[in-house]
């Protein structure tokens, strides 16, 4: 099958690019910088460049690679400290304009399958309670926060407009809600910041848990959508239990041979780092029963260690 990779240089784009290869596939590797073309040359894989915020550049990629089958991993997080609201505003758009661009141009190239990179904070963020939710919870509506109406506006698009794809027989879509990333390239900034003690936890981290899921698993889970995954449907991929944010992040510094993270008072997080906040005032566990029962998936044993290698904030 040839498999055109948006976002193929990515924290999740490489580990996918390289296990479509491994498997045989042919892989067309989309990245906005020429000067990573020779990583995905390295793992055997074409290489498509252009600006994923280019609507006309991203649709003649596509168009030009004739692709059987699409992955949407289009993100803008790589490098970014993710303290504000603001700071999701390009990839809000790559989950609102660029998931319609890729979508038109997989309609307009004959492709087949399309697999999308949600996250499970399309459920919003906030207290969820204990009861791990599934895919028949509704994604949020309305943030709890206003400033961060435009992020969870946009996962909700990027699902509803592939959703709306595969009822319309445009293609076989399907979404897949990550938990956060950990693993070798998913998190380097947060170790290199709390080895600088610049990482301090709002409230402590008490009381906030959020559903991870290690890169090689998420790669794993997106590669068998394209083969197992039900048109229309969407997937939570994540580990069993919810990670305590406090624990967690006291874990990966011990790991990393950091001191542990500072506390800093959530009334003063609200004022300067008013994203990091509200994903430490999140408590939200989910079900990955679906994904086990109809890809085959289930995730290997989690373990901050893997966090040293590489780590960076939830994005």
């Known amino acids: 099958m040839r498999v055109f990779v948006a976002g193929a240089t990515g924290v999740l784009g490489l580990p996918v690019v390289r296990r479509l290869a491994a498997a045989g596939h042919e892989v067309v590797g989309l990245t906005r910088s020429a000067a ?15 600006d994923a915020l280019d609507a006309p550049a991203l649709r003649a990629a596509v168009l030009a690679a004739r692709p059987h089958a699409l992955v ?28 319609r661009t890729l979508l038109d141009a997989a309609a307009g190239a004959g492709v087949r399958r399309f697999v999308a990179e949600s996250m499970v904070l399309a459920y ?18 309305r943030a709890s926060d206003p400033a961060l109406q435009a992020a969870v ?22 979404a897949l809600r990550l938990g956060v990333l950990y693993g070798p390239g998913a998190s380097d ?3 290199a ?16 848990a959020l559903p991870v899921v290690h890169v090689e698993d998420a ?37 990393a041979g950091a001191p542990p993270p500072r506390s800093m008072p959530m009334w003063l997080a609200r004022r300067v780092a008013p994203f990091a906040a509200a994903l430490f ?23 901050t260690r893997d966090c040293v290698a590489s780590p960076a904030p939830p994005p």
């Not at 996962?155 to 879509?173: D, K, M, N, P, T």
């Not at 910041?193 to 906030?208: D, F, H, V, Y």
Request: charged share 25%; hydrophobic share 45%; proline share 6%.
């Open 219 to 255: 790669a794993d889970a997106l590669v068998r959508a394209l083969d197992g995954s039900r048109p229309g449907a969407v997937y939570n991929v994540a580990e069993p239990a919810a990670a305590p944010l406090g624990e967690w992040y006291a874990a990966m510094a011990r790991a």
């Open 72 to 99: 949407h991993l289009l993100t803008a997080l790589a490098g970014r400290s993710l303290r504000r609201p603001s700071d999701l505003a390009a990839t809000n758009a790559l989950r609102t304009a660029g998931t």
């Open 281 to 303: 005032e999140t408590r939200l566990a989910v079900s990955s029963e679906r994904a086990r029962r109809e890809l085959g998936w289930a995730p290997r044993a989690g373990d």
């Open 36 to 50: 990573k073309a020779r990583l995905l040359a390295a793992l055997g894989a074409e290489v498509s460049v252009a």
């Open 189 to 191: 900034a947060s170790v």
């Open 153 to 174: 506006d946009a996962l909700r698009s990027l699902e509803e407009q592939v959703i709306a794809a595969s009822a319309a027989w445009r293609v076989e879509g399907s």
């Open 124 to 141: 919003g963020y906030g207290a969820h309670g204990d009861r791990p939710l599934t895919e028949d919870d509704p994604p949020a509506r």
């Open 193 to 208: 910041a709390l080895r600088r003690r610049a990482l301090p936890l709002p409230g402590g981290g008490r009381g906030a």
